[in-house]
């Protein structure tokens, strides 16, 4: 893929289901046609991870505001503690507190600002970016779901049943579904992409094409 002129603005939201393809199906977008990336998920795991780190009992306003200003991109980045099981499940937590989210939006409006970008998560599409060029949502079936989250486990070698991880993303998808605050949503104009019974290479050409017939939409032939 040629890169993109400089001057074309151009936005894509991500939503979806856990274990849904989203991720992957983001970070293939970005690396093919030159997107930068941001992934809503580290900004809770981040908070989430200073607020345990810092043996926060309670939740300071003062303090939360201290630490999501001080967020960067680089702080985001690979830090394995940020997918610990203790960490995820309270970022999970903390990401149905209406003043959380909003402190993380500000971080997500700012990034934003970039001319060729993708924001993935699950309240984009409806919160976050309401007039992106392109909103894809991700879903896929709940036993391959949990098939492909236990191969990931397996490989960092956690000892857990697929029963287990499918109750464990179920859980998941329902909180985000039923939250009071930003709910994961199917929003008008969307496209689905069931990944179900896409491999990767399947749906990463599926993606390309749904990119370029978008960017060809809005700027014709580049």
Known sequence: MKKLKQNIYFSIAIDGDSASGKTTASKFIARHFGF???????????????????????????????????????????????????????????????????????????????????????DIGSKILPNADLKLFFKCSPIEKAKRRLIEYNKEKRKITLKEVKKSLKKRDYSDKNRRESPLIFVK?????????????????????????ALKKKYGNL
């Open 36 to 122: 930068k990336l941001l992934t809503s998920g580290k900004l809770y795991r981040y908070l989430a991870f200073r607020i345990i780190k810092d043996n926060k009992k309670k939740l300071n306003k003062t303090y939360l505001k201290k630490v999501a200003k001080n967020i960067t991109f680089k702080k985001l980045q690979n830090n394995k503690m940020m997918y610990s099981d203790h960490v995820t499940s309270y970022a999970s937590s903390i990401a149905k507190i209406k003043f959380i989210r909003n402190l993380l939006n500000k971080f997500q409006k700012k990034f934003s600002k970039n001319k060729k970008f993708i924001i993935e998560g699950r």
């Open 189 to 213: 104009g969307a496209i689905l992409v069931d990944t179900t019974k896409l491999t990767i290479k399947q749906m990463e050409a599926k993606l390309k094409k749904i990119v370029q017939e």
